[in-house]
């Protein structure tokens, strides 16, 4: 599976962006997605995942702010952010998984990253 993931970008506290990461390669349904997200300094850490019929799983400080979606006719999924912080801020990648995880273990095929920052 080829993952391109887009729409990074700066934002201020409270503001909301969407990512979208667009696969190809594999029959869609045929895989499950997550999304994690690296900080500076930090270890990679999960944020949310969506089986094959789109089932959702979300981190918990991701709750309530987070939102990941499967668009099956665009090949694509989302993660919708809103009430972002400062902490929020780093690089996030999509990748796929023959599993339904929030272990980056098994996940075998990653996107090049898209950069979230978000000043106070």
């Known amino acids: 599976v080829q993952l391109q993931a887009s729409g990074g970008g700066s934002v201020q506290a409270g503001g909301s962006l969407r990512l979208s990461c667009v696969a190809s390669?594999?029959?869609?349904?045929?895989?499950?997605m997550g999304w994690f997200r690296q900080a500076p300094g930090k270890e990679r850490e999960f944020v949310a995942a969506?089986?094959?019929?789109?089932?959702?799983h979300t981190a918990d400080f991701a709750k309530g702010r987070f939102t990941i979606s499967r668009d099956y006719a665009k090949n694509t999924v989302y993660l919708q952010m809103n009430s972002l912080s400062p902490e929020d801020t780093g690089v996030y990648y999509c990748?796929?998984?023959?599993?339904?995880?929030?272990?980056?273990?098994?996940?075998?095929?990653w996107g090049q990253g898209t950069l979230v920052t978000v000043s106070s």
């Open positions: 990748a796929s998984s023959n599993m339904w995880s929030s272990r980056s273990t098994r996940y075998d095929s």
């Open positions: 390669g594999r029959t869609f349904n045929s895989f499950g």
């Open positions: 969506a089986s094959r019929s789109g089932l959702t």
